[in-house]
């Protein structure tokens, strides 16, 4: 989909043969290099030359986005003033939105499948080739189901390449070891392993002395995982002195990037939704939108945050046009590595996440959930902890340790934060951290509070 393969690869090589596979990834890793725009308006074209060719293609494949276009009575050049559509929108209109002739029936009897066998790159064969099926840990409201296509696939795995291999290009001619710690999504980097490149896959439900002896034994170049699984291995004795740590399918919060850095080595993060690959680290370690591939415009929504609506102009099995996410960011200025595409300052959190308390002034006021943990992480000797809002005005909060000293301070802690943003009469609670689902997203700020409105 992305450009034609070479007449070699189409004519001797078997599309399915691994070594197509990897050259595939290769091409697109190398690809990369020229995509990676220190020019914002050399960006901005490229991005307009791929969105006419990705729009034309989509209006005539896809039948919602065509049926959305026409209800606004716009043209596929016009597509940067269609209205948003969300996860609710996209999962109600599944069967007509993607291009590979997919049910929601047929993709979420697939993907349950997979998870009570924990297969969780379950793949269906398509009218247009293979599409890898995946269901979004939504934390309310419908669970979002995603398809990727295997060209996407591997241009995703190419891209996440050559944007994480410590030393480019010469890291492509040393012997890495890659451990990979993430239940899902092993088959993108599994499309990447070679001689030189080989992966270790860590399954996080295995005990954790366990994973962390396997881990010190392999002393990996390149650690790949969850901050909050990777931050329990450290501090269960794992030894380990990665070139570089990537950090992904959470939010990186600084505490976490502190003690992994001290103890493992330099923290990039990757961030990767179901909704696509949405940033990249940068040389200087910064996290830059994926603006090559993607285009992103902003909603203001306050206090700093703004929330993304992205337009991929890459994916054809399930377009992403003008699709609003639940994540809100906070922007940073020009990196010094001076690449173009934007940089993130910090990834907030989940909208769906934020608590929501009475104001001052009559009103609610909506608190993001990193302003919670900002609050909570400078509580001294508290290791871990959840805030849950569960009623109307009531947050409870879930602390490891729970001795008397840190309620205190956690407690003074939030409610000077609260009484900042204006926030009136919240009742707070405290008690033990109740166990986690092994194997579950780490959430520590959680809404579990629905207004009847
Ligand atoms: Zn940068």
């Avoid at 439900?205 to 010190?216: M, Q």
Wanted: aromatic share 6%.
């Amino acid at each position: 989909m992305f450009r034609k393969q070479p007449c070699l690869s189409r004519n001797r090589l078997n599309r399915n043969d691994p070594v197509f596979e990897r050259l595939s990834v290769l091409r697109h890793a190398l690809g990369e290099s020229r995509l990676m725009f220190t020019d914002r308006a050399a960006l901005e074209r490229h991005q307009g030359r791929l969105a006419a060719r990705h729009l034309r293609w989509v209006a005539a494949h896809s039948a919602d986005v065509a049926r959305r276009l026409r209800e606004a009575k716009l043209t596929p050049g016009e597509w940067r003033h269609l209205p948003p559509t969300d996860k609710a929108g996209m999962m109600e209109h599944f069967a007509q939105l993607n291009t590979v002739g997919l049910t929601l029936a047929q993709v979420l009897a697939v993907a349950r499948r997979a998870e009570d066998t924990r297969d969780f790159s379950p793949t269906i064969r398509t009218r247009s080739g293979e599409v890898t099926v995946g269901l979004s840990s939504g934390t309310s409201g419908a669970q979002g189901a995603f398809l990727v296509s295997r060209a996407e696939r591997l241009a995703w795995a190419g891209v996440t390449l050559r944007h994480l291999l410590p030393n480019w290009p010469g890291g492509l001619l040393t012997r890495q070891r890659v451990a990979f710690v993430l239940r899902a999504e092993g088959q993108l980097y599994r499309s990447v392993a070679s001689s030189r490149l080989h992966f270790r896959f860590l399954d996080l439900l295995r005990p954790l002395p366990e994973l962390a002896a396997e881990l010190s034994s392999y002393n990996p170049t390149l650690l790949i995982g969850p901050p909050s699984v990777l931050r329990a291995l450290l501090d269960a004795g794992a030894l380990a002195s990665p070139v570089q740590v990537v950090s992904v399918a959470e939010v990186l919060e600084d505490a976490d990037k502190l003690a992994l850095s001290t103890g493992f080595g330099p923290v990039v993060q990757v961030y990767q939704a179901t909704e696509g690959l949405l940033g990249l680290p940068c040389a200087h370690g910064q996290l830059h939108l994926n603006e090559a591939h993607v285009h992103f415009d902003f909603e203001d929504v306050g206090g700093g945050y703004v929330r993304p609506v992205l337009t991929d102009l890459r994916r054809r099995a399930q377009p992403m046009i003008r699709h609003r996410l639940n994540d809100l960011l906070r922007l940073g200025d020009a990196c010094p590595c001076g690449l173009a595409a934007r940089r993130i300052e910090s990834v907030a959190g989940r909208q769906d996440e934020a608590l929501s308390l009475p104001s001052v002034s009559g009103g609610r006021v909506t608190v993001w959930p990193d302003f919670v943990r900002g609050a909570l992480n400078r509580v001294a000797g508290l290791r871990e902890y959840r805030a849950e809002q569960t009623a109307e005005r009531t947050v409870q909060l879930q602390l490891e340790p729970d001795a008397p000293a840190i309620r205190a301070t956690a407690t003074e802690a939030v409610q000077a934060a609260l009484q900042r943003l204006g926030v009136t009469e919240t009742e707070l609670s405290c008690g033990p951290l109740e166990a986690a689902v092994p194997g579950a997203k780490r959430q520590r700020v959680r809404q579990r509070w629905t207004p009847d409105c």
